[in-house]
């Protein structure tokens, strides 16, 4: 992509900030010019936050239903996956699985607890409640 080339469109998920592209300038070297982005990169953004928030509908939903744990819900709001959340926490992806079944999350450790909490970002009474 050419300098010249670079979207100047604007992308209101962007704010007022600006993202790095490379492209390549008059001589032929690559270098990084500042973008506004594009339409595309707005709707596909806006598709992918629309969502992340329809699956943590569905999760609470599941949840106050009780056939699953805050946990899932909490993890689908902070826009997280198993894989990500795992990533952060340190728990394997199939003791988080596990700790989707409400009866497990409610004997649960008070130390493990804390662990997912602090990856979520939420104190440990806000993690064991229900949305």
């Not at 008059?26 to 992340?52: F, K, L, N, Y």
């Not at 990533?87 to 079944?101: E, V």
Request: charged share 20%.
């Amino acid at each position: 992509m050419d300098v010249n080339d670079v979207p100047q469109e604007g992308n209101c998920t962007l704010g007022s900030h600006r993202k790095a592209l490379y492209a390549k300038d008059a001589e032929g070297m690559m270098v990084i010019v500042p973008s506004r982005g594009s339409e595309v990169d707005e709707t596909v953004t806006m598709q992918a936050v629309h969502r992340m928030n329809a699956l943590a509908e569905e999760a609470k939903t599941r949840v106050l239903a009780g056939q699953s744990a805050p946990l899932e819900y909490w993890m689908c709001a902070r826009r997280m996956d198993v894989a990500l959340l795992s990533q952060i926490s340190g728990i394997w992806q199939w003791r988080i699985r596990r700790h989707f079944n409400p009866q497990r999350f409610s004997q649960l450790s008070p130390r493990l607890l804390a662990r997912y909490a602090e990856a979520l970002g939420l104190t440990t009474a806000q993690l064991q409640t229900r949305p």
